[in-house]
Nanobody
C-alpha cells in the first residue's frame, strides 16, 4: 500500500488549496479514504472521510462548510478541496486507509499565513 499526498503550500488567509492523495497497492474503489491533519506540537486529528460509494463521513466542526472531500476511482485519487483557509488550518495533512491496519502517506504541509 502506498499513499502519496501533494498540493500543500503557503496560502494567505481566505485562500484555497486542493490536496491530492494518489493510492496504490490495493483496490482503491472499495475502501473508505480519510484525511487527517497534525499541527505542530499537537496530536493528529480527524478532518473528513469519504466512503467507497462517495458519501462524506463526519467532517470535524472546524472545517464544516469550507472543506470538501471527493474521489476519482478511475485514477485512485482522493481530493481535499480547502476553501476560506484560516491560520488555524496550518498543519501537515495526511491521507489514510484502513486495511486491517492503518496506512498513512508522508503528508503534505499546509501553511496559512500572511
Amino acid at each position: 500500500v502506498q499513499l502519496v499526498e501533494s498540493g500543500g503550500g503557503l496560502v494567505q488567509p481566505g485562500g484555497s488549496l486542493r490536496l491530492s492523495c494518489v493510492a496504490s497497492g490495493f483496490t482503491f474503489s472499495t475502501y473508505t479514504m480519510r484525511w487527517y491533519r497534525q499541527a505542530s506540537g499537537k496530536e493528529r486529528e480527524w478532518v473528513v472521510g469519504i466512503t467507497s460509494a462517495g458519501d462524506r463521513i463526519n467532517d470535524v466542526d472546524s472545517v464544516k462548510g469550507r472543506f470538501t472531500i471527493s474521489r476519482d476511482n478511475a485514477n485512485n485519487t482522493v481530493y481535499l478541496q480547502m476553501n476560506s483557509l484560516k491560520p488555524e488550518d496550518t498543519a501537515v495533512y495526511y491521507c489514510n486507509v484502513r486495511r486491517g491496519v492503518e496506512f498513512w502517506g508522508q503528508g503534505t504541509q499546509v501553511t496559512v499565513s500572511t
